[in-house]
């Protein structure tokens, strides 16, 4: 194989549907393949959409096991050349990935490559940053350096006009080698969700390979379509964005610097949710964003307890996957 595109679905049926719609007409099955991994496989809907495209490889995970465990359960199964991780609530056609492998190849010396990505609007989406570290994890103070050094910190949601090569790029739509994606050495299980490909960006620029953003293709990027089913999962994902931002400042900082990241990463979220926890018992529990920021304050107060108890920065959902890991 040529190509081997992979899926992390999680009860997103309906937007892989659309992505599904868009990227089949014209697909070189004999040179392409596509890997669908459903988390916490619903049997149902499982069967029927494997019956329906019986060219596409269906892999059912019983859990929710988050998305590096489960594109690494694909990338086992893939056999392309080069691969594709791709969100199902991303819309894209055959046309869009070979332009996407020409600049690739055009570019040279890139390893890891996502396109210009847009909304339904047509609105661009987040496609890289800078790496997280010290008091850029404040938002006024990154936004301060993008004024003041934009060369430098460029604002990553911009309308790029020419191919950029940030410090890391978004992992929602990304084109890397096989034998690249090997060398890094994979996605890393130690994030359960979110922080992935700022971790994946991160040990291929210490082995010395390059990411970047190109214009030369634009996708469109729904977002959501994973992480908006319901409260409770809307809680659970932004739980995630802050556990795994201290996971990536214990892996890839050390001393005083580190435990500078976890402090910063730390004031910058615990004060707001402990306070709108508090606001969430005087309203009743009247609120929707009030309950949804409880909810995260509920879980992150206990996991930074343990972590400074033991020295444990893992999401407790990424150490249950290790134990069940073969």
Known sequence: MILSIIIVNY?????????????????????????????ESDPDL?????????????????????????????AAQATGEQLIFMNPDVIVDCGDIVALMAE?????????????QVDSEGKTQKLFDVFPDLLNHFRTVKGLLRLLKPEKYPDPRANIRTV?????????????????????????????????????????????????????????????????????VTALSKLEVVISKNVFAQRHSKGLRRFLNHFFIALV??????????????????????????????????????????????SPRAIANKAIKP
């Not at 099955?29 to 890997?35: K, P, R, S, T, Y």
């Not at 596409?56 to 594109?71: E, K, V």
């Not at 890397?176 to 130690?190: A, H, P």
């Not at 922080?195 to 082995?207: G, M």
């Open 11 to 39: 009860r997103s049926w309906g937007h892989l549907q659309t992505a599904l719609d868009a990227l089949l007409p014209g697909f070189p099955f004999d040179e392409w393949e596509i890997i669908v991994v459903d988390n």
């Open 46 to 74: 499982f069967n029927e959409f494997k019956s329906r495209f019986p060219e596409i490889s269906f892999i059912a995970n019983p859990i929710n096991s988050g998305y590096a465990f489960g594109t690494n359960l694909g």
């Open 104 to 116: 690739k190849k055009r570019l040279g010396g890139v390893a890891l490559l996502t396109p210009r």
């Open 164 to 232: 950029i090569y940030p410090d890391w790029v978004c992992g929602s739509f990304l084109l890397i080698s096989r034998k690249d994606f090997d060398t890094i050495g994979g996605w890393s299980e130690d994030y359960w969700l979110y922080s992935e490909d700022t971790d994946l960006c991160r040990r291929a620029r210490d082995k010395g390979l390059r990411a970047a953003c190109t214009p030369a293709v634009t996708i469109v990027h729904i977002h959501g379509g994973s992480s908006r089913h319901s409260e409770s």
């Open 269 to 314: 979220n615990l004060p707001v949710l402990s306070l709108a926890a508090l606001l969430n018992i005087v309203t009743l529990k009247s609120v929707r964003a009030l309950r949804v920021r409880s909810s995260i304050f509920s879980e992150l107060a206990p996991y930074y307890f343990n972590a400074l108890k033991t020295a444990v920065w893992l």
